[in-house]
């Protein structure tokens, strides 16, 4: 039987740390307010025009392949997962197959856009393509360069303070070894999409799908329209919006619920997990995930003190430090979760 193990997995987060004491130099927020509501300490900024979504997304694959002993020249298949790609379009997978140099093969490459979850989803795909023998190599990568598109006044500092810049990358590998990926779940809810997004550049005009009119739209004095007008800029519907209370209380339900359904679908519970990476989107949502499933301290996974929520990045990037810490041994059970934007949700569940 084929199964997909990760053979390798690596991240990289930009030198530049900003604290919350950085932040409040630009807005009316505070350390305390800010590690009280959320965990977070400080977090890591890429160098504007030098570091990207794909700059980093590439110095993490690269740590992945060494340690998965492979060249990037022998990678079938690219999954990147991201909510701020370099560019609106292409995505960030064919920029990294350029980084990496894998011009020969032409090998296929995906982008996904399932923002905190992203990581999870790519790797369920990344699965489905390797036990079905379609693929032996796969580069999953999860990027985030947040500062870039963030409002950095008091107006935005409901969202800005969360955030932070990073990238993780794993080699999907295929297996006969008793190992791997076990099981995974993937789940999402539409119903309040605009709840955590954002709206513009975007072909609906940038504006709330119930919002039409606010802004004098559809405009029909022109024919097509423009992805962002002056408008929209002014009214910052060019940053990521987010109903905190709403995300919050969401999550808390979704989170332990996907994991407990995840685990019995192969006999198991919340006490055979040996680790559960949570996607790192605030410290009390995973302290509450924690406590729902009864799990002890050395079984959660946290580091969003370090670097805030890098969205799907936050995962890999995660895993690569419980790895490199020792966390993540050889036949463990370990639990990858995420919820975020869309809503989507799922879950991996992996023996080491
Ligand atoms: N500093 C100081 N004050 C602030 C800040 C800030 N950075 N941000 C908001 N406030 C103020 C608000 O203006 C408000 O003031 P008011 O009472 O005078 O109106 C007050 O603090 C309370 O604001 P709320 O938004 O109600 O604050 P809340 O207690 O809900 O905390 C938070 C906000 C931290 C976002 C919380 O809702 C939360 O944790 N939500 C979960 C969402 C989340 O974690 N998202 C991560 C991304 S999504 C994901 O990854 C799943």
């Known amino acids: 039987m084929i199964r997909a193990k990760i053979a390798g997995i690596g991240h990289y987060v930009p030198n530049n740390v900003v604290s919350n004491d950085d932040l409040s130099k ?30 980093m997304g590439y110095e993490a694959s690269k740590v992945a392949l060494e340690r998965a002993g492979i060249t990037a020249e022998e990678v079938d298949f690219i999954i990147f997962a991201t909510l701020s790609p370099d560019y609106y379009f292409p995505g960030c997978g064919v920029l990294l197959q350029r980084a990496l140099g894998i011009t020969k093969t032409e090998i296929g490459a995906l ?107 559809p405009d029909k004095s022109t024919l097509g329209g423009t992805f962002i007008t002056d408008k929209m800029l002014e009214n910052g519907h060019h940053f990521p919006y987010m109903d905190g209370k709403s995300v919050f209380k969401k999550a808390v339900v979704k989170f332990p619920e996907v994991i407990k359904s995840t685990l019995d679908k192969i006999g198991k519970t919340a006490e055979d997990i040996d680790l559960l990476i949570p996607h790192q989107a605030n410290l009390r949502i995973s302290q509450f995930i924690q406590k729902v499933l009864g799990l002890k301290d050395e079984q959660v996974f946290n ?44 879950s991996v569940i992996i023996k080491w």
């Open 111 to 217: 982008d996904v856009r399932n923002q905190c979850s992203g990581f999870v989803y790519a790797l369920s795909v990344a699965d489905q393509y390797i036990r079905s023998g379609m693929y032996k190599n796969i580069l999953v990568v999860g990027a985030e360069m947040h500062s870039m598109g963030l409002e950095f006044t008091t107006r935005g500092r409901g969202v800005s303070v969360i955030f932070g810049d990073g990238a993780g990358a794993a080699v999907v590998q295929a297996t006969e070894e008793d190992k791997g990926i076990l099981v995974s779940e993937l789940h999402s809810d539409g119903t309040n999409a605009e709840i955590l997004s954002l709206l513009s550049p975007g072909s609906h005009g940038g504006v709330h799908h119930d919002d039409k009119e606010q802004f004098g739209f």
């Open 26 to 55: 630009h807005m009316e927020t505070s350390d305390e307010w800010i590690q009280e509501r959320t965990g977070i300490k400080e977090r890591r900024f890429g160098t504007k025009h030098e570091e990207s979504t794909t700059t």
């Open 303 to 346: 580091n969003i003190h370090k670097y805030g929520n890098t969205t799907a990045a936050s995962i890999p990037i995660a895993l690569s430090e419980a790895w490199e810490e020792g966390k993540v041994k050889e036949g463990d059970t370990i639990c990858l979760a995420a919820f975020g934007s869309g809503f989507t949700w799922g």
